[in-house]
């Protein structure tokens, strides 16, 4: 199995891709912005089919719309309190882009498929390095501020007063997601990239005592259930989103159960 090249980029970029949405994610359930995660992949795919439409990479349409959004929802977020209500209209009129998009670029089945459920068994040598490099940025930045992020994200009253520079924290976190939900569509798609960035974390936060022990067992989770299910998808010849899906969940559920 190791011994095919594709096999071995879906193991790198399948890596990656969970220790960075299981680290990211630990702040996006912490600041309870689970739905804006899930908004940032429905803009994700109107990104890459407008990546298609033009005739560029998938990768950088998302990243280009997932940028912009992110940070023109969070100014719109930060200002308004019907946060939610602006999300979900912006999600509306993502998805009907991506549709549009889709249409005019003319492009077969298997490229909206791709999009939407990810095609990590295809990757490129060139997508693995792009991968490792946008994986890299984000998890330097997130060491870099994880004492400002942690304080930002768990203790969000008195952060209010006493954490400087909020704006561009608050910023560089929404591009972190960003990023962070392009890249992780790579592996599971854009309908799917709660998966790796929400549910790992979700259930490392019922065991975990501290943020360290937390962001450890959501890398410990993500990471566990991406390698099973690259194996499991190998087997079975069934899709790795399905089994990633499936192990995540599952890990999920269990949490709730020993934590109920």
Not at 75 to 91: K, T
Not at 123 to 151: D, T
Not at 224 to 249: C, D, M, R
Request: aromatic share 14%; net charge positive.
């Amino acid at each position: 199995m190791f011994n095919y090249e594709f096999m071995q980029h879906a193991f790198v970029v399948g890596t990656l891709i969970a220790v960075v949405s299981a680290f990211i994610g630990v702040f996006v359930v912490a600041k309870r912005m689970a739905f804006f995660g899930h908004v940032l992949s429905e803009i994700g795919f109107a990104g890459a089919a407008f990546g298609l439409f033009m005739g560029w990479s998938p990768l950088l349409g998302m990243l280009l719309f997932t940028i912009v959004s992110a940070v023109s929802i969070g100014q719109i977020g930060l200002s308004e309190q019907r946060s939610e209500s602006v999300i979900s209209a912006v999600s509306a009129v993502a998805i009907g882009l991506g549709v549009a998009f889709l249409a005019l670029s003319q492009k077969n089945a298997s490229a909206a498929t791709g999009i939407l459920f990810g095609s990590i068994f295809s990757i490129s040598a060139e997508n693995v390095w792009q991968v490792v490099a946008l994986a890299s940025v984000v998890l330097f930045v997130g060491l870099l501020l994880y004492r400002p992020l942690r304080h930002f994200a768990f203790d969000v009253t008195t952060a209010r007063y006493s954490l400087e520079h909020q704006l561009a924290l608050n910023v560089t976190f929404l591009v972190m997601i960003a990023v962070t939900v392009a890249v992780s569509a790579q592996v599971v798609g854009s309908l799917l990239i709660f998966i790796l960035m929400i549910l790992p974390a979700s259930a490392a936060m019922r065991f975990g005592r501290t943020v360290w022990q937390m962001i450890g067992l959501a890398i410990l989770f993500a990471v566990g259930g991406v390698w099973v299910a690259l194996v499991l998808a190998y087997w079975t010849n069934l899709p790795v989103s399905f089994f990633i899906a499936l192990l995540e969940a599952s890990i999920y559920f269990f949490s709730l159960l020993k934590t109920r």
